[in-house]
């Protein structure tokens, strides 16, 4: 019976990803860093050793053919499990056959997908497996191991990060595929550049959509038009609860804070390609008018919170416009995060100086007795004193004066440097002369 479904399977069809999975690591496209001659995986694999290690990395970036692959070059039984669908007791029957093996002089590779989706119990049951020996473990994952394996298991594991596949990875992987196939793509080179622009660094996704376009019957070569008719679109790898979120906002953020508009606009039209929420990112448009720019363009607030209300107003897709408008208003302004250090500085100090009342001079003396006591007494109305500055101390009596806010010289802030170092010489006349 075994003997007669090996027959009919070897008969059965099988996709064209599948029957172009690389049979050696050398043939794995786009990871040369990690399994080329100098990378660690490599340098182990010519070592003859095996270390417990997590694959992160993107969809169709070759995570389980490379475990697989690692399991036949160092003789390692694979008994691979999916953590959406295993459990404990699973993992129990493979740890049992992995001690059977062992004592026969055999290992085992256990390669554990999506291991992100364990839940720490599933996590922990790992861990003495790993620890003694039993099992070699190659996670995969798709998200930070640093936020969704226990830390416990990536302490014994080395993090191995795959890159995103390189156009010119796909078109080698294309190029494969045309030579099993033994016919080219119906694509013209512009329709060609499109499809890998589609397969957004993922193999299988590219080799999936191959096989349909081969078994097209094509009187022509494909345009860029006509293969976006044939192939629908691809929704871009974003998640607005995972990793990808963060890093889009992040690249945001940081292109305005290094007054790039043109890298800003491109990921704001990433996001809103992704399906962000529009307000999400009108929200994080007003903390950069904040945190980056603050007193050296005031404006930039203004343009974010009217950005915010006018995509209220006009909803998608018009209110767009209007975050654009803010972010390149935004990129494009001076740049100073004087008023947010000066914040996080004069927090510091009313955390350490603890409850220390304001001097007596501004304290208001609403009874006679504070009257009696010197509230409020010895103060100077500021509008009746020359340049309407008194120069009083306003900090508490117990503590020294301290500069918390230190303007940039750009923008509106320099204006504002001219005022407070013309305002700290009559503060200093002012205590000469008392």
């Not at 049992?96 to 554990?112: I, M, P, S």
């Not at 999506?114 to 790992?126: C, S, T, Y």
């Not at 996001?271 to 009108?282: Q, S």
């Not at 998608?316 to 914040?343: D, H, R, W």
């Amino acid at each position: 019976m075994v003997a007669m479904n090996t027959l009919f399977e070897s008969q059965a069809p099988r996709p064209l990803a599948d029957r172009l999975r690389p049979a050696r690591l050398e043939e794995v496209v786009g990871q040369d860093h990690l399994l080329g001659v100098a990378g660690p995986i490599g340098r182990m694999v010519a070592q003859g050793r095996m270390a417990s290690m997590i694959l992160w990395g993107p969809p169709g970036a070759g995570k389980t053919t490379i475990a697989r692959l690692l399991a036949e070059k160092t003789d390692l039984v694979f008994e691979p499990v999916s953590a959406v669908f295993a459990g404990v007791a699973d993992l129990r029957k493979i740890f049992e056959r992995a001690r059977a093996r062992r004592k026969d002089g055999l290992g085992t590779l256990l390669f554990v997908d999506e291991i992100h989706r364990f839940n720490k119990a599933q996590q922990d049951a790992l861990l003495p497996f790993v620890e003694d020996g039993t099992v070699v473990l190659v996670g995969a994952t798709t998200e930070n191991p640093s936020f969704e394996v226990n830390a416990a298991l990536t302490s014994r594991c080395q993090v191995m990060v795959l890159n995103r596949l390189s156009d010119d990875a796909l078109d080698e992987l294309l190029g494969r595929a045309e030579a099993l196939q033994g016919r080219a793509l119906p694509l013209d080179d512009d329709a060609r550049v499109a499809l890998t622009g589609m397969a957004d660094g993922d193999g299988r996704f590219l080799l999936n959509i191959t096989e349909e376009l081969l078994a097209l019957e094509a009187p022509e070569p494909l345009n860029r038009e006509r293969l976006a008719e044939v192939v629908q679109r691809r929704v871009p790898v974003y998640d607005k609860a995972d990793e990808g979120h963060y890093n889009l906002i992040s690249a945001l953020h940081k292109s305005v804070r290094g007054s790039d508009p043109d890298a800003s606009l491109y990921w704001l039209a990433r996001m809103f390609a992704a399906g962000e929420d529009p307000l999400f990112v009108a929200r994080c448009v007003v903390r950069m008018a904040i945190e980056d720019i603050g007193m050296a363009d005031p404006g930039a607030l203004t343009q974010a919170i009217a950005a915010k209300d006018t995509y209220d107003f006009l909803g998608t897709p018009e209110g767009e416009l209007a975050i654009a408008q803010a972010v390149v208003y935004c990129a494009t302004a001076p740049k100073s995060n004087a008023a947010y250090k000066a914040f996080g500085a004069a927090m510091r100090s009313a955390k350490e100086s603890g409850s220390l009342t304001p001097p007596k001079i501004i304290l208001n003396a609403p009874t006679r007795m504070m009257k009696d006591m010197g509230f409020g007494a010895g103060y100077d109305y500021d509008h009746d004193a020359p340049g309407a500055f008194s120069g009083q101390n306003y900090f508490p009596d117990e503590l020294p004066r301290e500069r918390f806010y230190k303007p940039v010289e750009r923008g509106f802030e320099r204006e504002i440097t001219k005022r407070l170092d013309y305002w700290a010489k009559l503060r200093e006349k002012r205590g000469g002369e008392d």
